[in-house]
């Protein structure tokens, strides 16, 4: 009996080390750190940066011409920033307006459309391209915000209370107030709508400097001097030029102007039928216009 007695306390004795070792264990465990887990990443660019503006899915109509109209690249040259009170003059269908208003709705600025001057002078074509605009881009205010709707024309009024607007933009218009007789008077009511510092941001089809100025810019070219000769006679102080949208394959004499390029493409002139046995694979190469994109701003 001895002997079985003694043989037991040693099994006894080793359980015990064996039990103290596990605690020990699961106390050193207890000090690790776990590894934290990554957050998850959004996809695509944050909301409300310029980018997320740029990408978004609404615009996936229009983000084919993005690789000849370089949204990202000419909206910084011009410096726009989220809290911008900014107007589009003539903004057309909205090419511009789909990145420009949800961009600003989520930054708390303000977008401001100067559309055609509807009324007895107003072309049917204008009519129905400012019901379009309208109809779209006030339907959606948790996309596009709270759209002010102004106009400009040959007889309006200011299209902003003076001194409001931190940057206006003329995006591939001039010609067509060349040709309405309105030139003057679009660098006359930014400069009033902007404050003293503002910027005016332009983007026109550029006319080649040894070509003869049209004064109605028929053909949608213009000379970049000229440009700068309408902002200086308004006030403005020239600030830079960029060639970011710029293409030097726009050998700028088209049989029906600008538009015989994309996106209009004419294969006849403007207001007649199409004509389908015009070869349009010349100017399709050439893509969109040369444009020139110009900064200026209201002195202080």
């Known amino acids: 009996m001895a002997e079985s007695h003694e043989g037991w306390r040693p099994l006894a004795s080793r359980r015990?080390?064996?039990?103290?070792?596990?605690?020990?264990?699961?106390?050193?465990?207890?000090?690790?750190?776990?590894?934290?887990?990554?957050?998850?990443?959004?996809?695509?660019?944050?909301?409300?940066?310029?980018?997320?503006?740029?990408?978004?899915p609404w615009r996936a109509q229009d983000r084919a011409r993005d690789q000849w109209r370089h949204p990202m690249e000419t909206l910084r040259f011009f410096g726009l920033q989220p809290r911008m009170a900014v107007v589009e003059f003539w903004p057309g269908s909205g090419w511009?307006?789909?990145?420009?208003?949800?961009?600003?709705?989520?930054?708390?600025?303000?977008?401001?459309?100067?559309?055609?001057?509807?009324g007895p002078g107003a072309s049917p074509a204008q009519t129905a391209l400012t019901a379009a605009f309208q109809e779209r881009?006030?339907?959606?205010?948790?996309?596009?915000?709270?759209?002010?709707l102004t106009t400009?024309?040959?007889t309006s009024g200011p299209i902003a209370p003076p001194g409001t607007v931190d940057l206006a933009l003329f995006m591939r218009n001039i010609h067509n107030w060349m040709a309405a007789g309105i030139a003057e008077k679009a660098f006359s009511d930014a400069y009033a709508a902007l404050?003293?510092?503002?910027?005016?941001?332009?983007?026109?089809?550029?006319?080649?400097p040894d070509k003869d100025q049209d004064p109605t810019?028929?053909?949608?070219?213009?000379?970049?001097?000229?440009?700068?000769q309408l902002?200086?006679?308004?006030?403005?102080?020239?600030?830079?030029?960029?060639?970011?949208?710029?293409?030097?394959?726009?050998?700028?004499?088209?049989?029906?102007?600008?538009?015989t390029l994309p996106p209009m493409g004419l294969t006849a002139p403007r207001g007649s039928p199409p004509d389908p046995t015009f070869d349009r694979s010349k100017y399709d190469e050439i893509g969109e216009s040369d444009r020139m994109t110009l900064k200026f701003r209201k002195p202080e």
């Open 195 to 208: 404050r003293p510092g503002g910027i005016l941001g332009i983007e026109q089809h550029r006319l080649g």
């Open 137 to 148: 881009f006030t339907n959606d205010r948790r996309l596009y915000g709270e759209i002010e």
């Open 231 to 259: 902002a200086a006679e308004a006030g403005f102080a020239f600030v830079a030029a960029s060639e970011i949208n710029a293409n030097e394959r726009d050998t700028k004499d088209h049989p029906f102007g600008v538009e």
């Open 16 to 56: 015990k080390v064996l039990s103290g070792a596990v605690g020990l264990l699961a106390l050193a465990g207890c000090g690790r750190e776990k590894t934290a887990e990554p957050p998850p990443q959004p996809d695509g660019p944050p909301k409300g940066s310029l980018e997320w503006a740029v990408a978004g």
């Open 217 to 228: 810019a028929a053909d949608g070219y213009v000379q970049e001097a000229f440009v700068k």
């Open 152 to 154: 400009f024309g040959p």
């Open 96 to 118: 511009w307006t789909e990145i420009l208003a949800p961009y600003l709705a989520e930054g708390e600025g303000r977008y401001i459309a100067a559309g055609f001057q509807t």
